[in-house]
C-alpha cells in the first residue's frame, strides 16, 4: 500500500501515517438508540517529563483518562529500561489505563524495510519482534497491557493471494498471548485491511490519516464493508490536523464509522503524536455513549475442537439482542473479544493453554453504549493430554556471523515419534532465560541485541504441538565483536584525503568528522576534536555559525563517497581549508539511538 508516514529517531516516534480511507457505512442497526460508546485510544509517543510531562499526569485524571496508551520510548522498547518511563508507566496503569508498548514490524519485510540489523527476511523481523515484546515486559513488568504492532500489513498474501502475510500478524500474537494471558494486541496497518485481519489483533487501525481525509474518505481510505458489522472495541481510528472547531464532527463521524476506540488531535506532521491537543479532555467526554439497555446474559457457551492447548468456544448469540460485541473470559482475565454474529452461532478461540489442565471460561455481552451483561454460566474445560513423546533433543547450536550486537545460530533438527505430531517450534535460551520461539520448519536464527563485548550461552529445545518440549540442547558460548566501527584508516593519495573504516551495524547515519586546524575548541565539538568538516553518508559539510552549534553547510560538486560495505571516501585536499598540516578524524555512525565511535581518533599528515 501506498505509505507517506514519517519516522523520527529520537524518544518521540511516528505511528504509521498510512494512506486515508472512506466516509463510513453506516453503523448496524442493532441497538440504534444508543450511542456508541467509545474510549480515547493516546499514542502517547512524548516524554514522561520536560515539556510533556503534564500530559502524562493529564492522562491519569478523571477528565482525561483515557482507554489505552501506546507507550514509545525509541521506536520500541530501546535497550535497557528508562526510569522515567517506569514512573510514568506504573502511574498510568495504576489509574486503570492500558499500557500497550510499540513494536514495530515493519511489514515483516514485505515491502523492503529492514531490521535493526538491515535484514529484511521475515525471519529476522519475528525474532526482532519477539526480542521487542520480551524486552517491554522484561523493563516494565506489570505495568504493560499488550503490544501495538506498527506498521503492519493489509493484504492477506502476496498479490493478495493466500495469508502468507496475515499469518505472520497472528503468529505474532499468539506468541503475546501465549506468554502473558489478558495481553491486548494491537496491529496497525493504518488503513481498512483485508478481512483476513478481522482474527489478528484484538484491536485493527483501520484509519490514520488527517482531518480532511477523514471527512472525505476517498481511494485507500475508504472502509471495508466488513467495519460496520464488527465489533467497535476492535477497531481504531487516529485522525490528526483537527482544528478545534472540527473535534465534535470527527467524534460523531468516528462513532458513525464504528470505531470503538478513536483519538482525535490538532497536532500535525512531521509527528502529530508528540504533545496531547489543547481539547483532550473534551474528546474523552465525547467518547461516552449513551441510550439502550444492558443486554441479557449469554448463555453458557459450548467447548468445541479441544486439544493439548486450545480449545473453541461458541454460544448463541441470537439470545443476546442489542449486543455488538462479547467480553471472553478465562477465569477472571479478560482474554479477548468477539464481534456478534446473530443470529448464527459466535465463536471464540483460546489458544496458549497448557495440557492437561482445567479452565474456566464465561461470556459477557456488551451493548452499542458499552454495557455489559451480567456474566454467563462458567463452562470447566479440561485440555487433552500431552503427546507420548518428546521431540529429540535438537543439536548443540553452532555460532556464526558474530556481530558485535548479534550472532547466527543454527542446528541440527529433531524429530518426533507420534504419528500425526511434530516439532512445531524451537525455543532459544539466552543464559537459561527463553529469547525466541522458532517455527519447527526453521533451524537457525539470527539473534540480536546483544551488548558489545558481551559472553552468552545459547541453547535450545525442540516443543511439539502438545507442548511437550524436549530436553535442551548443548550450549555454545558467544562473545559479542568488541566494536561496530573497526579499521578506521586516513591517507593521502594524489592530491586527496582517502577515509576509510568498515561499519558493521547498518547507521541510518555514519560520519567522519574532520579537524584541520588541531583546535578543539573551534568547529564542532566532537570525541576530543573541533571538526571543521564532517561526512553525513554521501555529502560534504563545511560548518558555519557558532563553533558549538547545528550549522552545517553542504560544499557543492564534491561527492565523497566511494564504496560502502567497507566505507572509503575521497575528498579533495583543495577544499579541505584549514591552518595547520595534520588532521584529526573521528569515524561515527548512529541510527538516531546509539552512538558508536571508532576506537581511536586517526591522525593524518596533509603536508
Not at 527476511?121 to 521487542?132: E, Y
Not at 474456566?360 to 513423546?389: C, I, M, P, Q
Not at 573521528?586 to 552512538?595: E, L, M
Amino acid at each position: 500500500m501506498h505509505d507517506f508516514r514519517l519516522r523520527t529517531v529520537l524518544a518521540a516516534v511516528l505511528l504509521a501515517l498510512p494512506p486515508a480511507l472512506p466516509l463510513a457505512a453506516a453503523a448496524p442497526a442493532r441497538a440504534a438508540d444508543a450511542v456508541l460508546g467509545q474510549r480515547v485510544a493516546v499514542p502517547a509517543y512524548f516524554l514522561p517529563s520536560g515539556g510533556t510531562a503534564a500530559d502524562w499526569s493529564l492522562m491519569n485524571t478523571a477528565a482525561g483518562k483515557p482507554g489505552l496508551l501506546v507507550a514509545n520510548v525509541a521506536n520500541g522498547p530501546d535497550d535497557e529500561a528508562r526510569p522515567a518511563y517506569a514512573d510514568a508507566l506504573a502511574a498510568a496503569h495504576d489509574a486503570g489505563i492500558k499500557v500497550i508498548g510499540y513494536v514495530d514490524t515493519g511489514y515483516f519485510g514485505t515491502t523492503g524495510f529492514g531490521t535493526r540489523l538491515g535484514s529484511v527476511s521475515a525471519d529476522d523481523w519475528r525474532a526482532q519482534i519477539q526480542s521487542d515484546v520480551n524486552k517491554w515486559y522484561r523493563f516494565y513488568g506489570s505495568s504493560i497491557d499488550g503490544i501495538f504492532f506498527d506498521q503492519a500489513q493489509s493484504l492477506c498474501g502476496p498479490a493478495g493471494v493466500g495469508e502468507a502475510w496475515v499469518s505472520l500478524y497472528r503468529e505474532a500474537t499468539a506468541y503475546v498471548k501465549k506468554y502473558h494471558p489478558g495481553a491486548t494486541t494491537i496491529a496497525n496497518p493504518g488503513v481498512s485491511p483485508n478481512p483476513c485481519y478481522a482474527d489478528a489483533a484484538d484491536i485493527l487501525v483501520t484509519f490514520e490519516g488527517p482531518y480532511g481525509s477523514y471527512l472525505d474518505r476517498q481511494g485507500p481510505y475508504l472502509p471495508a464493508a466488513w467495519e460496520a458489522r464488527h465489533d467497535p472495541r476492535r477497531i481504531w481510528h487516529l485522525v490528526y490536523d483537527v482544528p478545534a472547531s472540527g473535534l465534535a464532527t470527527v467524534m460523531s463521524l468516528s462513532k458513525a464509522n464504528n470505531a470503538g476506540y478513536v483519538y482525535v488531535t490538532d497536532d500535525v506532521l512531521p509527528n502529530p503524536w508528540d504533545r496531547l491537543p489543547p481539547y483532550h479532555a473534551e474528546q474523552v467526554t465525547a467518547a461516552k455513549g449513551s441510550g439502550g439497555a444492558a443486554p441479557a446474559a449469554p448463555p453458557r457457551p459450548a467447548a468445541s475442537q479441544v486439544t493439548a492447548t486450545s480449545v473453541r468456544l461458541s454460544w448463541t448469540s441470537a439470545l443476546c439482542p442489542g449486543a455488538v460485541g462479547y467480553d471472553v473470559y478465562q477465569g477472571g482475565v479478560k482474554i479477548g473479544t468477539q464481534a456478534d454474529f446473530a443470529p448464527a452461532a459466535t465463536t471464540y478461540d483460546v489458544a496458549g493453554l497448557a495440557p492437561a489442565t482445567s479452565y474456566t471460561f464465561t461470556v459477557r455481552a456488551r451493548d452499542k453504549a458499552g454495557r455489559t451483561s451480567d456474566a454467563s454460566r462458567a463452562l470447566t474445560v479440561t485440555t487433552a493430554a500431552a503427546s507420548a513423546n518428546a521431540p529429540t533433543t535438537p543439536g548443540t547450536p553452532v555460532a556464526s556471523d558474530v556481530g558485535p550486537t548479534s550472532v547466527r545460530l543454527s542446528w541440527t533438527a529433531s524429530t518426533d515419534a507420534d504419528p500425526g505430531d511434530r516439532v512445531q517450534y524451537y525455543d532459544v535460551y539466552r543464559d537459561g532465560v527463553r529469547e525466541l520461539a522458532v517455527p519447527g520448519t526453521l533451524t537457525g536464527v539470527t539473534v540480536g541485541g546483544l551488548t558489545l563485548g558481551g559472553t552468552y550461552a545459547f541453547t535450545v529445545r525442540a516443543r511439539d504441538t502438545t507442548d511437550r518440549v524436549s530436553a535442551r540442547s548443548g550450549a555454545v558460548s558467544v562473545t559479542a565483536g568488541s566494536g561496530p566501527i573497526s579499521g578506521a584508516t586516513a591517507s593521502v593519495i594524489g592530491g586527496d584525503a582517502i577515509y576509510q573504516a568498515r561499519f558493521t551495524l547498518p547507521y541510518a547515519h555514519r560520519h567522519v568528522f574532520v579537524d584541520t586546524d588541531e583546535d578543539p575548541r573551534t568547529g564542532w565539538p566532537v570525541h576530543t576534536v573541533g571538526a571543521e568538516y564532517m561526512i553525513e553518508n554521501d555529502t560534504l559539510y563545511r560548518k558555519t555559525g557558532a563553533p558549538g552549534d547545528w550549522s552545517w553547510s553542504a560544499v557543492a560538486g564534491v561527492g565523497p563517497l566511494v564504496s560502502d560495505g567497507v566505507h572509503r571516501w575521497s575528498v579533495p585536499l583543495s577544499v579541505l581549508a584549514g591552518t595547520g598540516s595534520t588532521q584529526r578524524i573521528v569515524f561515527h555512525g548512529t541510527d538516531g539511538v546509539r552512538h558508536d565511535y571508532a576506537p581511536d581518533v586517526v591522525t593524518l599528515i596533509t603536508g
